[in-house]
């Protein structure tokens, strides 16, 4: 049945993404070496469980349309996390794809149109009282849209659009050349695209234990932000980026954002 095929696979992409964080916990952090078959590998599991839970989504129920937003379009943001960490974004000169072209480039905007989008729908849901049955956390909607924010999506907007400028303003050789000295770089972002679409799948996870009453409000919003400030924060990603190669890494990279800006 869907609900059992739904089931494994989620079972399947939580295991794979503890299992993926396990790695980079004994292999040195976020800059810890990843193949372009993991990446596709990792970056299936969690696309397709996404994927899965689509078929479990009832389209007409208007109660559950914050949560309908947040799922539906789940495995497409898995499935850019995925293809863009095989382009030259985040497997370097060794990219099967590219981020290079108007199809790549389309593909990211629409990842970041369905973000805001889905952070107004909350936002909007979460204002009716009729709708607070939709897997949301508080009755305050500035409190469920940080928490939706803070979740994955501050992650996942800072991924696409730190991908989609690099795209527009860095010329591929230029790119090439940058990602073959600093490799550790190229994989800080792979596997930071890599464990983005795990926090995704877990946040929805987590909305639906919320939906079943199987954890209580005030767990879950606690869980969600511990989610973000240990698996995603800030205090990891941005020190690890600065140190790497001594801060040569990341002057570049930043020059190539401030070249974009100008």
């Known amino acids: 049945s869907a609900r059992k095929s739904h089931a494994i696979v989620g079972s399947l992409s939580l295991i794979s993404g503890m299992a993926h964080n396990f790695y980079l916990c004994n292999n040195g952090g976020w800059d810890a070496p990843i193949s372009t078959t993991t990446i596709a590998t990792q970056g299936l599991i969690h696309t397709v469980a996404a994927l899965a ?38 497997a370097g000169a060794e990219a099967p794809f590219t981020m290079y072209g108007s199809p790549a480039q389309l593909f990211v905007i629409s990842v970041l149109g369905v ?25 305050n909607p500035v409190v469920n849209v940080l928490l939706s924010f803070l979740s994955y999506q501050s992650i996942l907007l800072l991924e696409a659009g730190l991908a989609l400028g690099i795209s527009l303003s860095v010329d591929h050789g230029t790119w090439e050349t940058f990602a073959l000295q600093h490799p550790k770089f190229i994989n800080l972002i792979a596997n930071l695209s890599v464990d983005t679409a795990f926090a995704n799948n877990v946040s929805i996870f987590l909305g639906t234990l919320l939906k079943y009453k199987a954890m209580s409000n005030a767990t879950c919003m606690y869980t969600l932000i511990l989610l973000f400030n240990v698996a995603m924060s800030a ?4 020190p690890t980026a600065y140190a790497i190669d ?9 020059s190539f954002l401030v070249g974009s800006i100008s």
Do not use: C, H
């Not at 205090?235 to 941005?238: N, R």
């Not at 001594?246 to 930043?254: C, N, R, S």
């Open 235 to 238: 205090v990891f990603i941005f």
């Open 53 to 90: 839970g689509v078929s479990r989504i009832d389209f007409r129920n208007q109660q559950e349309r914050a949560r309908t937003t947040i799922l539906a379009p789940a495995f497409g943001i898995n499935a850019w996390l995925t293809y863009s960490s095989l382009t030259e974004w985040g």
């Open 115 to 139: 973000s805001v989008y889905q952070l107004t729908e909350v936002w909007r849901a979460s204002s009716d009282q009729k709708q607070m049955k939709t897997g949301l956390w508080n009755s």
């Open 246 to 254: 001594d801060g040569a890494a990341m002057d570049t990279f930043l």
